[in-house]
Every structure is written in structure tokens, then in C-alpha cells.
């Protein structure tokens, strides 16, 4: 194997342990609910989900909430608010 490439392989499991060099500003997934299947997006820092919940008006929802939660040290603050913690029996609003 080309000896340039074993250094890009060395270098590329050196960044898998320092997910906060990498930044998402643009993402689309699909996510297995737990009814359906439903497309979550990522663009300018806004996201968008296919699910009722997010069509109902909210600007969040289950699927938005897991991936800010996964993709946390990777995403910029704006993408990272919109976060609900439920604080006892209720639910608070915290931007990180
Ligand atoms: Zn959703």
C-alpha cells in the first residue's frame, strides 16, 4: 500500500477521537421512528423533520431533539438550541 496513504489512515483514526474538529452545517437523515420512517434536515443552522409532531407547529420534535443530543460537540450553537429538558414534570427550554 502506497506509503502516503498508510499516514492518511493513521491520521483519519486520530480525528475519529476528536469529533469536534468536524462541524455540520448541512445533513439530512433518515430516521426509524418508532411509528414511521421520517426525514430530518439540517440547513443554515435551522432544522426540519417529516414527523407530525414538527407539522403540529412545534420547532423541535423527538427525531431533532436525539440527533442535537448524538451530534452535539459537531454542530454550531444555533444548531445546537431548541433543546427541552424535562425538569421535574415539566419541560424547560435550555439553549447550550
Ligand atoms: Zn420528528
Not at 489512515?9 to 430516521?31: D, G, M, N, T
Not at 435551522?46 to 414538527?54: A, G, L, P, R, V
Amino acid at each position: 500500500m502506497n506509503s502516503s496513504l498508510i499516514g492518511k489512515i493513521e491520521k483519519a483514526k486520530l480525528y475519529e477521537h476528536e469529533p469536534e474538529r468536524i462541524h455540520f452545517q448541512k445533513a439530512q437523515v433518515e430516521f426509524r421512528g418508532k411509528h414511521d420512517n421520517y426525514v430530518v434536515t439540517l440547513g443554515d443552522s435551522d432544522w426540519k423533520c417529516t414527523c407530525h409532531t414538527f407539522a403540529t407547529g412545534f420547532e423541535t420534535c423527538s427525531h431533532i431533539m436525539a440527533l442535537q443530543r448524538i451530534l452535539h460537540t459537531m454542530l454550531d450553537e444555533e444548531s445546537r438550541s431548541q433543546h427541552y429538558e424535562l425538569v421535574g414534570d415539566h419541560l424547560e427550554a435550555s439553549v447550550k
